[in-house]
């Protein structure tokens, strides 16, 4: 790492620190890997519990997970051992071998946060800020690109007695896909996409419920759910270089910088990968390449990223949801 000196008027180097402004999966894994790399870290405080955020994280995920983080974060989450698929309403169901680990988001974050430690600080806000929040962003970042308009919708269930509670289960219908993901003890988390918001997200969930063969396998619908937007977005300016009038750089990082679809199964993968591209952003800007192509390197990357994975949806979609409700949707991941 070179020493911190003065480029076009901004300062460069090193000693110049981050602050991190969040406390979720891809800023606190900036924090560890920066902090590994000797660059002060300051973290802001973590925001109040909102609650439990359930993920469904499969092997390669959480290979990575270890890879940066090592052992021992979600060794005692429920473990699933397969999916059976139906994609589509004439195609066959498919049950196949995929491990996977159902984790709180929200204690995987806690487990980060106190496997860091106390962080060494810069003296002031430091060169870069990274964080996942939108929103307060200087123009022309402000405006998020979206591909659509889906709602996943959230409940949770009790799985009938005898049902497979090591298999997530995921399932088309007219209005939408359908996945039944067990939790343990008996119970079970049940998520549907659907093509747009929903004013009652219970009782919608109820109707997508009544309309799938999976629908048996509940005692009953949730009785409560929420609706969660849930399309493909993309921060148009995920990295802004320092300049001599805004001396701190800010790099977006995880869901705020791209939001995976759902089904995708991928999101926190995603995530964790922005966290090791804007670090290596600072490390490099740390050892005297300049900024701007650096930032310009990390909107590319994730640029392609969502690209490439609008293909996909628009691929997937395609083949299940040949109906006008989704024809937004298709229209949105074809033309975005
Ligand atoms: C509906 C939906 C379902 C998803 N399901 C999956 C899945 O099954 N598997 C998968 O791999 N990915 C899934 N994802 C993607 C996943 O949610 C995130 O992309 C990933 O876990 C981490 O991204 P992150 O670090 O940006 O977000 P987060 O860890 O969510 O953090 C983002 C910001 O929110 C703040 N924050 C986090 N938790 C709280 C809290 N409890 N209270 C207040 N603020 C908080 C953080 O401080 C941070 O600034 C899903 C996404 C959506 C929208």
Known sequence: M???????????????????????????????????????????PA???????????????????????????VDDAPRLTHRRVRWGAHAPAARFAQPAWVVDGAVLAHRMRARLGPLPAPDGPGRWTITARTGAEPAPAGHLRQAGRRHLLVGTATLRPGEDAATAVLATTDLGWLQLTPLGAGDCLVQAMV??????????????LADSPLGAALGRPPRSAAAVAAA??????????????????????GAGAIRF????GTGTAQALRTAILASAVVDA??????????????ARRLRAAYAEHLR??????????TGPAWQDELDAARGA
């Open 2 to 44: 070179s020493p911190s000196g003065v480029r076009g008027g901004v300062p460069t180097g090193a000693a110049s620190g981050v602050t991190v402004a969040g406390s979720g999966l891809a800023e606190l894994t900036c924090a560890r890997l920066l902090a590994g790399r000797g660059h002060p870290v300051r973290l802001t």
């Open 47 to 73: 925001a109040p519990d909102a609650g439990p955020r359930p993920l469904l994280l499969t092997a390669p995920t959480l290979d990575l997970l270890r890879s940066l983080w090592g052992g021992g974060l």
């Open 195 to 208: 093509p747009g918001p929903a004013r009652d997200p219970a009782a919608l969930l109820g109707r997508i």
């Open 232 to 253: 493909p977005r993309l921060h148009p300016a995920p990295a802004l270089a320092p300049t001599p009038a805004r001396p701190h750089g800010r790099l977006t990082v």
């Open 261 to 264: 679809d759902p089904l995708s």
């Open 285 to 298: 800007d740390a050892a005297g390449i300049p900024a701007p192509p650096l930032c310009g390197h990390y």
């Open 312 to 321: 996909s949806c628009a691929a997937l979609y395609g083949t299940a949801f």
